[in-house]
């Protein structure tokens, strides 16, 4: 399966943009154990065009990254175009356009999903960035703004026609936020719409080998984005591609894995931001990592507490003595 000229394999997994968790620290871990694609944290258009930090320092890849895209996302057509052009000339493989968010901040701003309530002009919006750049452009989306709202088959036509290359799908409308079922019976209707030619993508609540294979199956998608299951838990992508090919499950990560992995993303997360910033964000991740593990709250506390690079290295260390796999008492 190709988007553009990018080679993804049969049935691609994707690493869904998620701010303030797919920054290169943790993407860098999701590649190692088999993303076959993923996305930058999505970066504020007017950010880029106005050359702000936060948003500039989000254009980072790294070689070992690729095949990988960078988001944007905004509300006015003319920033849009120009942060498709400034994403470009940072090097990924693909520019993506965030109309899926569902936060109030991006959303009642009428981007990401909110635009969804007024499909000409993402039509014009994502026209104009085709134009603009010469890297395959791609969209992450929602079913529609609320149950009432769903037009999400007219979205991919729109969007087809002026030039995208791939489709996400998140089977949610910006009213569920996260809550409730995703519906995959409206991925698949577009996925099986005659008019449709594009790579389509199945995104929400893939958490489990035995899932995606389901959902594989059910919906004929060309892929899985997956989002959540994956912090702190980069395995998923290969524990996936093994029961794909295989029908049966891979052993799940022991305890020195879990150590080791939440060990690699702090060091790489406080080379990349400087220590505060860097401890502050792996914060979030930390129960992901040791979740399951008997007798752990006196340990997890002390990770999202301290302040200190080398005592959390220590930390680490005096888990991985302390624990073994016996104390896992659920897998992932």
């Not at 519906?183 to 993508?201: G, L």
Request: aromatic share 8%.
């Amino acid at each position: 399966m190709k988007i553009g000229n990018i080679e993804l394999g049969d049935f691609p997994l994707l690493l869904a943009p998620m701010e303030d968790v797919s920054d290169p620290p943790f993407r860098a871990l999701c590649k190692k154990h088999g993303a076959d694609l993923m996305y930058t944290e999505f970066i504020s258009s007017e950010g880029l065009i106005r050359n702000a930090d936060k948003s500039v320092q989000k254009l980072d890849i790294y070689d070992y990254e690729r095949p990988i895209g960078i988001q944007i996302f905004g509300d006015k057509i003319e920033s849009m175009r120009e942060a498709a052009a400034i994403a470009e000339a940072a090097g990924p493989e693909l520019v993506d356009i965030n109309y899926g968010c569902p936060v109030k901040k991006v959303a009642c701003k009428g981007a990401g999903a909110g635009i969804l309530l007024d499909l000409p002009k993402m039509q014009k919006m994502t026209e104009e960035i085709v134009k603009q750049v010469s890297l395959p452009v791609t969209v992450k989306t929602r079913l529609g703004w609320d149950d009432s709202t769903i037009r999400i088959v007219e979205v991919a036509k729109r969007l087809q026609d002026v030039g995208i290359q791939a489709l996400t799908i998140h089977g949610r409308t910006r009213k569920q936020m996260y809550k409730g079922v995703a519906d995959w019976t409206k991925i698949a209707e577009v996925k099986n719409h005659p008019d449709i030619h594009i790579p389509i993508f199945g995104n929400g609540d893939i958490d489990s080998p035995e899932k995606a294979l389901e959902y594989r199956r059910k919906y004929e998608v060309d892929g899985i984005m997956i989002g959540r299951a994956a912090i702190g838990y980069p395995w998923i992508f290969n524990e996936i591609k093994h029961f794909f090919e295989t029908g049966e499950k891979l052993t799940p990560p022991s305890l020195s894995d879990r150590v080791e992995a939440a060990r690699e993303h702090l060091v790489f997360s406080v080379e990349w931001k400087g220590e505060k910033q860097g401890i502050f964000e792996m914060r979030r991740h930390y129960t992901n990592y040791f979740r399951g593990i008997q007798n752990f709250k006196p340990y997890r506390t002390r990770l999202v507490t301290s302040e200190s690079f080398e005592e959390l290295l220590q930390l680490l260390e005096e888990i991985s003595q302390e624990f073994s796999d016996t104390h896992i008492l659920l897998p992932q």
